[in-house]
Nanobody, 118 residues
Framework: QVQLVESGGGLVQPGGSLRLSCAASGTSFSTYYAGWYRQAPGKHQRELVAVVTRGGTTNYAASVEGRFTISRDNAKNTVYLQMDSLRPEDTSVYYC???????????WGQGTQVTVSS
């Protein structure tokens, strides 16, 4: 059974930083693309925040480019999202995702709340 367990969310002031972690179990973590999505209050769709491929190539949403950094540690089956210079509009539930590049099922974490407010 695949499990993704997120941690690191919370309340932070504008301009502050948070680091999200997502630990995977029950699957071959290194074979997946790993990413973070978010869903803002009142919105029905999740938006892609950042993704890192099996080979370490990264891609970011324009709204977070230069402020967020995604990384992965295959030895620990973990993907991270370092979030700096946080803004109130970054307030969302953040979800970890594993995507199989050659087809198959996506896996999702349970979500972790990030609130940016003074």
């Amino acid at each position: 059974q695949v499990q993704l367990v997120e941690s690191g969310g919370g309340l932070v002031q504008p301009g502050g930083s948070l680091r999200l972690s997502c630990a995977a179990s029950g699957t071959s973590f290194s074979t997946y693309y790993a990413g973070w999505y978010r869903q803002a209050p009142g919105k029905h769709q999740r938006e892609l925040v950042a993704v890192v491929t099996r080979g370490g190539t990264t891609n970011y949403a324009a709204s977070v480019e230069g402020r967020f950094t995604i990384s992965r540690d295959n030895a620990k089956n973990t993907v991270y999202l370092q979030m700096d210079s946080l803004r109130p509009e970054d307030t969302s539930v953040y979800y970890c995702n594993l995507h199989p590049p050659l087809g198959g099922f996506d896996y999702w974490g349970q979500g972790t709340q990030v609130t940016v407010s003074s």
